[in-house]
């Protein structure tokens, strides 16, 4: 079992960054796959990235890529979201998420119902 915490949320302004932090308790942070979601006012929550276990494979949504970077520290079993050039329609809750997978170390998911473990999430907020 995992538990995710997140934390680098805040308010900021148009074109400006973040880093968004994931730590993850356990001893087998190297296992997982590692997913980042956000979530809204009014909508549901939707995929930002993903990377797998081994940190080499990642993939983005259409909205993030060139902007936000997803990567991972398995030594401090961290994973992180770098997001710059922010944009008002960032604004939401940021979700880190856990996957098993030992299987394979290329794998990850862009889907929510793969994820077994989540985080409570950290509020960012873009003012135009």
């Known amino acids: 079992q995992v538990q995710l915490a997140e934390s680098g949320g805040g308010l900021v302004q148009a074109g400006g960054s973040l880093r968004l932090s994931c730590a993850a308790s356990?001893?087998?942070?190297?296992?997982?796959?590692m997913g980042w979601f956000r979530q809204a006012p009014g909508n549901e929550r939707d995929f930002v990235a993903a990377?797998?276990?081994?940190?080499?494979?990642?993939y983005s949504a259409d909205s993030v890529r060139g902007r936000f970077t997803i990567s991972r520290d398995n030594a401090k079993n961290t994973v992180y979201l770098q997001m710059n050039s922010l944009k008002p329609e960032d604004t939401a809750v940021y979700y880190c998420?856990?996957?098993?997978?030992?299987?394979?170390?290329?794998?990850?998911?862009?889907?929510?119902?793969?994820?077994?473990?989540w985080g409570q999430g950290t509020q960012v907020t873009v003012s135009s």
């Open positions: 998420a856990a996957k098993y997978a030992d299987w394979s170390s290329t794998y990850y998911s862009v889907e929510q119902s793969e994820y077994n473990y």
């Open positions: 990377i797998s276990r081994s940190g080499y494979n990642t």
């Open positions: 356990g001893r087998t942070f190297s296992s997982y796959a």
